[in-house]
């Protein structure tokens, strides 16, 4: 009788709340596989594959960072731009004459710079999130364009480009790079307890709070994780192309924003894992792939994805509504 007892509580943990969430995600995922690599067998090649985790890795990193600020019911619509001044910081910074690894501390800098001026005006000034981050995002791009002139930046050295372009056991560095991001912040949030904090947060401030516990602090932080990881994601498509560009990263944040939410994390707070937006960034990634070997016009393709965000969203509500 004990052991059923066990069993049912087993099938509780895995099949309600994220759980329950992710393994949905992850079923569409594989079927979303199965069914390309029918209908068009060149997916299942091995540099297509690679190809593809290469290009979601940058949204997927993106999309572990603003998902802090989403998990306490907020939005960071700055990622974008904070994306191309990380690598117009980073390239102005090689052609001044800094190696390339200091050169890359600079650019992340400056994505902690700008999530912290986000966090303060969210959390001091007392602006909406989307306010305040539609703001610094046209500042954020206006500082690009001045700082550039509004031209493109290259001849940045092969040790930087390594970063974008580089491999290790026939695997692209990038990927790599994504995994390690994963790992952390699979630890921090889940086994730490400043990361168990975030997570009570987003479920009832006002509770949390009261509890003792500094939710200005957290506030800041999670703007500053978003703004850390636009800037890497900025820096490793710089290293890609060979060249920065004052324009990088336009539209970005709606790629990295729909990772979070496909992934299962809610828009109203308290919800969401790592796993899930990683599984929603590749289904972001897949999709992208799948419209090109399908040879999608890039105009509906644009509009393929964003009534893929629309429906996402409207799940998510839905659910809200429901629970």
């Known amino acids: 009788m004990s052991e059923n007892v066990r069993k049912g509580s087993l099938v509780k943990r895995v099949f309600n709340g994220s759980n329950a969430s992710t393994i949905t995600i ?11 690599s029918i209908v068009q067998p060149a997916f299942l090649d091995p540099n297509n594959l690679l190809s593809t985790a290469r290009a979601f890795s940058a949204y997927a990193i993106a ?15 700055s990622i974008c731009a904070i994306y191309g001044l990380a690598g117009v910081v980073t390239a102005l910074s090689i052609k001044g004459g800094v190696p390339a690894f200091p050169a890359i501390l600079l650019g992340v800098a400056s994505g902690v710079a700008c999530g912290l001026f986000n966090g303060l005006l969210v959390v001091y000034c007392k602006l909406p999130p989307y306010i305040a981050t539609l703001g610094t995002q046209q500042i954020f791009r206006g500082i690009c364009y001045i700082t550039t002139r509004g031209y493109p930046i290259s001849g940045l050295g092969e040790d930087f480009l390594w970063l974008g372009q580089g491999r290790f056991l026939g695997v692209p560095i990038a990927i790599y790079a994504m995994v390690i991001i994963v790992i952390l912040f699979a630890v921090f949030r889940n ?36 703004g850390v990881t636009a800037a890497f994601a900025g820096i490793m498509n710089a290293s890609k192309l060979g060249v920065s560009q004052p324009t990088a990263g336009t539209g970005f944040e709606m790629d990295a924003i729909a990772s979070v939410v496909i992934g299962g994390s809610s828009l109203s707070g308290g919800e969401g894992t790592v796993v899930g937006t990683i599984i929603g960034a590749a289904i972001i990634g897949v999709l992208r792939n799948a419209l090109v070997l399908l040879k999608v016009d890039s105009y509906f393709q644009t509009l393929i994805i964003g009534a893929v965000i629309i429906v996402a969203v409207s799940i998510d509500q839905i659910r809200k509504s429901k629970s």
């Open 26 to 36: 992850l079923l569409i995922f594989v079927i979303m596989c199965v069914g390309l």
């Open 191 to 226: 086994k730490t307890t400043t990361g168990r904090r975030i997570f009570a947060m987003g479920g009832n401030e006002e509770a949390t709070r009261i509890s003792g516990i500094n939710t200005t602090r957290l506030k800041l932080l999670c703007f500053m994780l978003s």
């Open 63 to 77: 999309g572990l960072g603003v998902s802090m600020v989403i998990m306490l019911g907020g939005i960071d619509i």
